[in-house]
């Protein structure tokens, strides 16, 4: 066999790998990073909170500084800092004022903690369908669910992408519902002319480490809501231990804890947070390279953007025609990691069909809360309530990890490259 033809066979059969190069892995963090990191460390003070009230309760001045200046970039009246984007869900779900037994609206495309910080509060999750297109939450399958024990939304922008906010925020105005905008994978994303996370009541982005900027681990709330603002602050920060002081008068959900983030943490988060227009712009760049590349192969459905939204490509998530393709999932996944096609994921979640979930079991072992007198009605969260998301999970959905490597364009042009000789060989794979 002569070179061209072995370059022409897929490697899974043999022929010569499309990618024989390892890419440079996704790493935000420069000197301007190290260097704050190291005053901070050469300070002495690493965390100045103090969980009782008094003027250091708020935390230190890195802290505060972090907080001005994401209140500032996201345009919004309060940034709050927190441990994780888990911990600022939680504190989300409490300071919205959810009682035990309330029901809340969520995704099951999504990190499993957006449901969980639900169930931390004894609330009950409900979970909507997707649309096809964003895999957002699909407002007519919200207004579905919707019951008289509805309090809350939770949408989560999944992969970079912001849901149908407008929709959103008009159904929770008619029913009086309260929305929490789960968008850690979206910060720098745009919805119209406003940043991703900042229309709802309150929004969270996530400081993970795999995501477009971080500080190891950490999270940021924002929110127009005064009221919100002060009781996000106080869950952090443990409550019961300072509503007494501080005059605070509602205890409801004045559980408090410490999902405070130290000084090292904020003083990275503030150089990272000058670095996300650029670090956005690339994962833009790079998606655009990719489109182009993958364009025409039949089968294949490249990201949806909606009009006026932009994508912040956390995931470049693909649809796959199985049917049209005349070929499953896995064995195409299979030849393009043959290929040398590393950050893709055959499949991402259903939460609702964990196994949490399918047994209803998550405080002790009685089925608590679902057993309880606090939960009004039997959910159900049999297979077949989210049939989009379902499918899209079990048969066609396509995602590569766009925060895995730093991707230059001759990268991208490889990752291209070998779809496209993957596509040439679909009947050799069959």
Request: net charge positive; charged share 20%.
């Given at each position: 066999m002569n070179n061209s033809e072995n370059r022409e066979k897929l490697a899974l059969f043999g022929g010569t790998k499309t990618i024989q190069t390892t890419f440079k892995r996704y790493n935000p963090i420069g000197i301007e990073e190290a260097e704050a990191a190291k005053q901070v460390i050469e300070s002495g003070v690493l965390s100045r909170f103090l969980g009782t009230w008094h003027e250091d309760f708020y935390g230190g001045t890195k802290v505060?500084?972090?907080?001005?200046?994401?209140?500032?970039?996201?345009?919004?009246k309060h940034a709050v800092t927190v441990n994780s984007a888990t911990s600022g869900l939680i504190a989300s779900v409490g300071a919205i004022g959810i009682e035990p037994g309330d029901e809340v609206i969520v995704s099951p495309w999504t990190m499993c903690a957006s449901a969980t910080a639900i169930l931390h509060w004894n609330a009950i999750p409900v979970f909507a369908d997707i649309e096809p297109e964003t895999f957002n939450l699909d407002p007519r399958s919200i207004e579905a669910n919707i019951t008289p024990h509805t309090k809350a939304i939770m949408a989560a922008d999944i992969f970079g992408h912001s849901a149908d906010m407008d929709a959103l925020m008009a159904i929770a105005d008619r029913h009086g519902l309260k929305v929490i905008s789960d968008a850690a994978q979206a910060p720098g994303a745009f919805y119209k002319d406003k940043y991703a996370g900042?229309?709802?009541?309150?929004?969270?982005?996530?400081?993970?480490?795999?995501?477009?900027i971080h500080t190891g681990e950490g999270g940021i709330l924002v929110t127009d809501d005064d009221q919100i603002c002060e009781r996000l602050q106080l869950i952090r920060n443990h409550a019961e231990a300072v509503v007494g002081g501080k005059g605070v008068t509602n205890l409801a959900n004045m559980i408090g804890y410490n999902f405070r983030l130290g000084e090292i943490e904020c003083a990275i988060g503030?150089?990272?947070?000058?670095?996300?227009?650029?670090?956005?712009?690339?994962?833009?760049?790079?998606?655009?390279?990719?489109n182009a590349g993958l364009n025409g192969l039949k089968g294949l459905r490249t990201p949806v953007v909606k009009q006026n939204c932009t994508h912040a490509y956390y995931v470049y998530p693909m649809v796959l025609d199985v049917s049209l393709l005349d070929l499953p999932r896995a064995r195409i996944v299979e030849a393009l990691q043959a290929e040398g096609v590393t950050g893709l994921s055959s499949s991402y979640v259903n939460l609702h069909l964990l196994p949490m979930y399918q047994q209803k079991m998550a405080y002790g072992s009685k089925g608590f809360p679902w057993t309880s007198d606090i939960c009004h009605r039997d959910v159900s969260y049999r297979r077949g309530i989210c049939p989009v998301a379902e499918e899209l999970n079990d048969r066609s959905y396509l995602g590569f990890a766009m925060c895995m490597h730093e991707l230059s364009d001759e990268n991208v042009d490889m990752i291209a490259s070998a779809f496209r000789k993957v596509w040439a060989n679909l009947a050799a794979l069959r």
């Open positions: 505060r500084e972090f907080e001005h200046a994401c209140a500032a970039y996201f345009g919004v900042t229309l709802a009541h309150v929004g969270s982005y996530s400081l993970n480490y795999h995501k477009h503030i150089e990272q947070l000058k670095k996300l227009k650029g670090f956005v712009a690339s994962r833009q760049h790079a998606a655009e390279r990719l």
